[in-house]
């Protein structure tokens, strides 16, 4: 340990050992009362960082506001870095259109961002946003949409577009009000495009939603929510990317929807007239209220499409519910016409497999009921998550 607090203000950077070379330079300040404390604080004074930085695994780092990574940046992380909030309204990490995120950890060393708090709970702190440059149907062509949190742009039309990696990475305690008002998931995906890499993540213990996709057309596997208190996979303005291996953890009374699934925003209009028609495969969805739980498995509006494959849900009073609740757009005419299909499902402590509105039936949207396994997650999730049964 050094008796030193390392600073990083308006240029944040790399400090390392002297027989290593020195990629750029920090700001050192002696702390007061000399005691030993290798922390760095990661938020600028502006807000913004503007340089390429790395942070390294034995050096703890803390987030004391919001943070947003610019375009043109990269932000690297080693596998094992722990990245620790301050409590706020305002605490978050977002990477802009054009940055990236290299957060590529291992299963045996994970990238954990978490509460500074010494009794953590849900809403600590914000979570990790992702914008990026892949469509979105709240607005069409190169137009961008702006994010709830932030108020920064997202959505254009580069379905490819790469915001970088998120492997092995826990985001835990999320989910705090930004601005004083809006809630932060634990992973924010706005508008990301599907030459970014999300595998192996997990949200533990949030005050909204896990994992949500703002469109977009980015695949993301291996993903495990844990007892968030909203929806824990959500999807709306037009995501079209593919979900394999999700596990999704509802503690007794905890959470609101396991999937909810909206075709898009309806607070906003469906410009580009495209509707979320996402591929899901392999999913597990338990809940610990059993068939007690009022909440669905998947709820599916707005118009929403998908395709789902390979499902298991235990516990819940109804597993999936298809609503009209957009009178012109009516999500259970995709089940008529085939954009909206369930094959391989198994319900388990289910008092109704599923509710349709509309005149469309239970053997016209599930077929192989009984067949679905669900995820291996007890395999992927081994060493790396927390609070899996």
Do not use: H
């Not at 007892?227 to 596990?247: F, H, K, M, P, R």
């Not at 395709?307 to 819940?316: D, Q, S």
């Not at 469309?360 to 395999?379: H, K, P």
């Amino acid at each position: 340990m050094r008796n030193k607090i390392l600073i990083l203000s308006i240029v944040i950077a790399l400090f390392t050992s002297c027989e290593r070379d020195t990629t750029s330079e920090i700001v050192i300040n002696i702390n007061q009362e000399g005691t030993s404390n290798d922390t760095v604080n990661l938020t600028p004074t502006t807000g913004t960082i503007t340089e390429d930085i790395t942070l390294e695994a034995d050096i703890e780092y803390m987030l004391t506001g919001a943070t947003i990574v610019s375009s043109g940046v990269t932000l690297t992380i080693e596998p094992g870095t722990i990245i620790k909030a301050e409590a706020g309204p305002n605490v978050y990490l977002a990477i802009e259109q054009g940055a990236q995120i290299i957060a590529d950890g291992t299963a045996s060393n994970p990238i954990i961002f978490t509460s500074n708090s010494t009794a953590p709970s849900a809403g600590d702190w914000g979570g990790i946003i992702l914008l990026g440059r892949a469509p979105v149907n709240s607005v069409t062509g190169t137009s961008t949409a702006t994010s709830e949190i932030g108020n920064l742009p997202y959505g254009g039309n580069v379905t490819d577009d790469n915001s970088g990696i998120l492997r092995y990475v826990r985001v835990q305690y999320s989910g705090g009000a930004a601005d004083g008002q809006s809630e932060n998931n634990g992973f924010s995906f706005y508008g990301v495009g599907n030459g970014t890499t999300i595998e192996y993540i997990q949200a533990f213990e949030g005050a909204d939603d896990g994992v949500e996709f703002f469109g977009g057309t980015v695949n993301a596997s291996f993903v495990a929510v844990v007892n968030a208190q909203d929806d824990s996979i959500d999807w709306t303005e037009g995501y079209s990317g593919t979900l394999s291996n999700a596990y999704v953890l509802q503690g007794n009374g905890v959470g609101d929807e396991a999937f909810e699934c909206d075709g898009f925003n309806t607070d906003f209009t469906n410009a580009s007239g495209a509707f979320s028609n996402p591929t899901v495969n392999n999913v597990t969805i338990e809940s610990e209220s059993g068939s007690n739980d009022s909440t669905r498995g998947f709820l599916l509006r707005a118009g929403t499409q998908g395709t789902f494959t390979n499902i298991l849900i235990v516990g819940k009073n109804t597993g999936i519910s298809v609503d009209d609740d957009e009178a012109s757009t009516p999500t259970s005419q995709n089940v008529t016409d085939g954009t909206l299909t369930f094959t391989d499902v198994t319900f388990t402590d289910v008092t109704s497999n599923t509710s349709i509105d509309g005149t469309a039936t239970e053997a016209d949207l599930v077929s192989g009921i009984g067949n679905g396994t669900g995820t291996d997650v007890a395999s992927w999730g081994a060493g790396w998550t927390v609070g899996i049964n």
